[in-house]
């Protein structure tokens, strides 16, 4: 896992579901706590980690769901996927800008990519800054405090925590159900199978985090399924981040650049088009992480 990611485990197992699933849920609410005054300060170092702990927040309210309550749970996993928006934009220009940090490309291509990045940057810790810290914001940091300290729960909480392994199997028949989609609607030439894919890469997210949380029902086995799943996500992420970027070129307007930048520029277009392009590719890759 990436730095400052890792999942928090319990110091021991659990005995019910609920028990398990909050030792995970309340350490995702820490997370995001912890990093309020940071996201205020627009701190670019902690958007990764809160993401994160979004993420890994929303999928285990889908992938658990009757640990709690239905009303609470969807209220918060509402509250979180507009958070979660908010920080996307942010991290979006984490990634391009990493990306774009080639050596290869001239000057006047870096100057150009470097300079959008750098005013989109300022637009988008503005509207989320602004949002986080306005009456919604506070009303999700302050419901995160209640989930953390008194959770909603539900009709399952209380049952076994070996259940647990159930809704694990489910996520992982979701990925393989996924990318079966995907191979189908890629060899009939579907053009949404890159919607598709995408799909595909959030489902193997969701399997991820709930094995990590369920670790403690799992044992050993665990480990493996994790680092296979992570690499999945890199094989297929390549990908998704081919697409974001193209997007972002595109919007360049060519037409008030020098001719030869506008040249550049093009070939870093059709380049990154082809990356975009490539479904087969990403399948081919994701097919060697199983």
């Not at 579901?17 to 170092?45: H, K, P, T």
């Not at 391009?96 to 940090?101: P, S, T, Y």
């Not at 100057?111 to 919604?136: F, K, Q, S």
């Not at 037409?255 to 870093?268: F, H, I, K, Y």
Request: hydrophobic share 45%; glycine share 6%; aromatic share 4%.
């Amino acid at each position: 896992m990436p730095a400052g990611t890792t999942a928090a485990r319990p110091d021991a197992p659990a005995a019910t579901i609920g028990a398990l699933v909050q030792a995970y849920v309340g350490a995702q609410c820490d997370v995001i706590l912890d990093c309020r005054a940071a996201l205020a300060a627009q701190d670019e170092s902690v958007v990764h980690r809160v993401r994160v702990a979004i993420r890994r927040l929303r999928a285990t309210l889908r992938t658990f769901p009757d640990v709690y309550q239905r009303v609470e749970r969807e209220s918060l996993a509402k509250e979180l996927k507009w958070a979660g928006m908010l920080l996307g934009e942010v991290r979006d220009l984490q990634v391009l800008a990493e990306r774009f940090a080639d050596p290869s490309q001239t000057l006047a291509v870096r100057r150009v990519i470097d300079e959008d990045i750098a005013t989109r940057r300022i637009e988008a810790w503005r509207a989320a800054t602004e949002a986080l810290g306005g009456a919604r914001g506070v009303a999700l940091f302050a419901q995160l405090e209640r989930w953390r300290e008194d959770a909603p729960f539900g009709a399952e909480a209380g049952r076994p925590a070996a259940r647990a392994r159930h809704r694990v199997e489910k996520a992982d028949a979701e990925v393989r159900e996924g990318l079966r989609r995907t191979r189908a609607a890629a060899a009939a030439g579907d053009a949404h199978v890159g919607g598709l894919l995408h799909d595909a890469r959030k489902a193997a997210k969701r399997h991820r985090y709930a094995v990590e949380l369920a670790q403690p029902v799992l044992g050993s086995e665990a480990d493996k399924t994790i680092e296979a799943r992570q690499a999945l996500q890199d094989a297929l992420g390549a990908h998704q981040d081919a697409v974001v970027a193209l997007a972002f070129l595109r919007a360049i307007d060519l037409s008030a650049q020098s001719p030869e930048t506008a040249r550049d520029l093009r070939a870093l277009i059709s380049s990154t088009r082809d990356a975009a392009d490539d479904v087969a590719g990403a399948l081919r890759a994701a097919q060697h992480t199983n």
